[in-house]
């Protein structure tokens, strides 16, 4: 066997090569050579001209920084070298060889000129690093993120009533003719009114008669600042697009006002002006559009879900300030607070309400009437605004959940000091507590002692970590994804239960162990590489994988949105990209090794 198919053989095995078509696989090979080094041998040093892209076939590396401090050992099928040549091509760190090893080192202009030509294989090596600043807004949305709908199309021998009749039936302003696939004529809501009604026109003729033949159209990469352009520059409110000669989209004014509607400034005035729950029902409504525009302008998805809690924190304050209109001001201080993903500030699409009242300990049992009233009115009122009810009753229209102060530091004592299963459920959500409204003095002290508490007590801590071991990632055999076996979501992942919830929990512990008192999984997790909880290597890999995992929720729900559908957390692997779906099992993977070396040390302690 030669050499080249030598390397072929390993590379078909190797992450990211194994998706690689085989003509570019035994393409790239050509750019490989093969090098040794004995134990101990410097591969390259810090600072020093890299000679390539090196990809271990057998034996350990070790990198150290430029201070000498291990940063990590290598082992079979890892890679090194590439911080630097994504750079200036100078090494970043020093690579030693710690055992015999044998390494291929692909030539630079050969990696860089497929990091140029591959954005997924470029994806791969830029992992970890930092994340890109991202651009919003309307002038540089995509067109596919800004189209909601597939276009109502109908035949060119269609009578102009049958048009008129599909754009009653489906409430468009538009139909697009088409034959097939291809775009022949677009037929607006002004066409039937200045060349049918105005001119008396037979409305059994065919729309032919009356389309705009061949329509100025867009294709799916255009910018928004494209479609304004366009309609202004040509006085049209509707736009076709176009892609490979096909139809696959409509872009309207409507869409453009409807951006514009759903973008947070709009909806936040709108929310202070509104003057009943139905009035803010209407604007949060607007919440799918929000998430498919904020993921459509390429936002890191910690911005994204900051975003969307922003307006369920607003909604909240807005049904509080109403309830006191209604019932009258409050009669002691109290604190709304809410845990679960809104405490946190991880709210998607999918969001139920998660929160609590902590009533000052001067309350009569005629204030707690009160408070139960105003609660039910508020929870009702999130419900109505979508907010739905916890499935839990973890709500503060619950009585368990409406309580003094004394009580709440009742509940944490208890829960700390006898944690059974049910106490470490209870804890794990309301250790995300976050107030957002009322007097925060009745929160602070109740969250520093139970943390202080809570992180003295070895059992305690012991048992959050069984409890965030609980959610596995979906991990199968021999590269796969453990997919739901049955059902209506038969052959795809939870991304919620199996892909973030996984991430949370870690966030939770570590955050524990280093007494910290951020909500924020992220922000736990880089507290506890700052605190050194966990080694700053495996933090970053965490980090990036939380990345990647959130990331692709929010994408799957924002197609969704994009499609007409209702936004869930089932995603079918099998949808993804073949790069895609190995870099989120890569992620699945960290996930799984941080819990892993999360249980070992529980352990042994």
Request: aromatic fraction near 6%; proline fraction near 4%.
């Amino acid at each position: 066997m030669s050499a080249t198919a030598k390397i072929i053989d390993f590379l078909q095995i190797t992450h990211p090569y194994d998706v690689l078509p085989k003509t570019k696989l035994t393409e790239l090979a050509t750019g490989f050579s093969r090098k040794t080094y004995a134990e101990g041998e410097v591969i390259y040093a810090h600072g020093e001209l890299l000679e390539g892209l090196y990809l271990i076939k057998d034996g350990t590396v070790e990198i150290t920084d430029a201070n000498g401090a291990q940063m990590s050992l290598l082992q079979k099928s890892n890679h090194f070298g590439e911080r630097g040549l994504l750079r200036d091509g100078m090494a970043a760190t020093t690579a030693t060889a710690a055992s015999a090893c044998t390494v291929l080192l692909l030539t630079p202009e050969a990696f860089k000129s497929e990091v140029s030509a591959n954005p997924e294989f470029a994806r791969y090596f830029n992992r970890g690093q930092a994340r890109p600043k991202s651009a919003s807004g309307l002038m540089t949305q995509h067109v596919s993120d800004l189209m909601a709908h597939t276009p109502v199309t109908c035949a060119e021998s269609s009578t102009i009533a049958e048009c008129a009749r599909l754009m009653r039936d489906a409430k468009v302003s538009s139909v697009a003719v088409t034959e097939g696939e291809r775009l022949l004529g677009l037929v607006t809501v002004r066409d039937m009114t200045n060349k049918v009604l105005a001119e008396g026109r037979d409305t059994a003729l065919p729309v032919s008669a009356i389309m705009a033949k061949d329509p100025i159209t867009l294709t799916p990469g255009a910018l928004g600042t494209d479609v304004i352009h366009v309609m202004l520059e040509n006085h049209i409110g509707h736009l076709p697009i176009v892609e490979g000669g096909k139809l696959v989209g409509m872009v309207t004014q409507t869409d453009i006002t409807r951006f514009f509607g759903s973008s947070q400034t709009q909806m936040v005035f709108d929310l202070s002006k509104a003057e009943s729950i139905a009035d803010m029902a209407a604007v949060t409504a607007r919440l799918p559009e929000f998430l498919m525009q904020l993921v459509g302008s390429h936002l890191a998805h910690d911005v994204v879900t900051r975003k969307i809690t922003d307006i369920a924190d607003i909604v909240t304050r807005r049904l509080l300030k109403m309830a006191e209109e209604n019932f009258g001001p409050a009669p002691v201080p109290y604190l709304w607070a809410a845990c679960g993903s809104q405490g946190r500030r991880e709210q998607t699409g999918v969001s139920d309400q998660d929160n609590c009242l902590i009533i000052d300990n001067a309350a009569t049992d005629a204030d707690m009437a009160y408070f139960r009233k105003l609660a039910r009115f508020v929870c009702d009122g999130l419900d109505a605004c979508g907010y739905v009810y916890c499935p839990g009753d973890m709500m503060a229209m619950a009585d368990r959940w409406c309580q003094r102060l004394s009580v709440w530091e009742g509940y944490f004592n208890k829960w700390i000091a006898a944690p059974d299963n049910e106490a470490q459920m209870l804890a794990s959500v309301m250790y995300d507590l976050r107030p957002i409204a009322g007097e925060e003095r009745l929160f602070a002290p109740l969250q520093k002692t139970a943390l202080e508490a809570a992180a003295k007590n070895s059992i305690f801590v012991a048992h959050m970590i069984s409890n965030s071991l609980k959610h596995t990632p979906p991990l199968g055999l021999l590269r796969g994804f453990a997919t739901i076996k049955s059902g209506e979501h038969r052959n795809h992942i939870d991304m919620k239960a199996n892909g973030v919830v996984p991430l949370v929990d870690l966030g939770r512990v570590y955050a524990l162990q280093g007494k910290l008192f951020v909500a924020n999984t992220r922000a736990r997790i880089e507290g506890a590489i700052e605190a050194g909880v966990i080694s700053e290597t495996g933090g970053k890999d965490l980090l990036a994988a939380y990345d990647m995992i959130a990331t692709a929720r929010l994408e799957h729900q924002a197609e969704q949105v994009r499609t007409g559908q209702k936004p869930d957390n089932f995603l079918s692997p099998s949808a993804l990209p073949a790069f895609e779906r190995s870099h989120l099992r890569d992620a699945f993977v960290i996930v799984r090794t941080m819990q892993s070396s999360l249980g070992s040390s529980s352990a042994r302690s």
